[in-house]
């Protein structure tokens, strides 16, 4: 396979990934409090967006990188 369409196949699946998720979301441990041995500490859960222009533009991508692909055999 070549490396057009290779790149192609990834954009498309990144895409598919981008449009049924829609985030990233990742949790981080913060001290809420901390006196002398006491700590309490809570999870709080963030989420990275992404627009599904993001989604169609990687979609568009890899459409293109497979027919130049395509064309070049």
Same mark, same amino acid.
């Given at each position: 396979?070549?490396?057009? +369409?290779? &790149?192609g196949?990834?954009? &498309?699946?990144?895409? /598919? $990934?981008?449009?049924?998720?829609?985030? $990233?979301t990742y +949790?981080?441990?913060?001290?809420?409090?901390? #006196?002398?041995?006491?700590? #309490?500490?809570?999870?709080?859960?963030?989420? $990275?967006?992404?627009?599904? #222009?993001?989604?169609? &533009?990687?979609?568009?991508?890899? #459409? /293109?990188?497979?027919?130049?692909?395509?064309?070049?055999?």
């Amino acid at each position: 396979m070549k490396s057009y +369409t290779l &790149i192609g196949i990834g954009l &498309i699946v990144l895409a /598919v $990934i981008a449009f049924a998720y829609q985030g $990233i979301t990742y +949790t981080t441990r913060e001290k809420v409090v901390d #006196i002398g041995p006491l700590e #309490i500490s809570a999870d709080t859960d963030k989420t $990275i967006p992404l627009p599904p #222009i993001v989604g169609g &533009i990687a979609l568009v991508g890899g #459409i /293109v990188l497979l027919v130049m692909g395509n064309k070049k055999s």
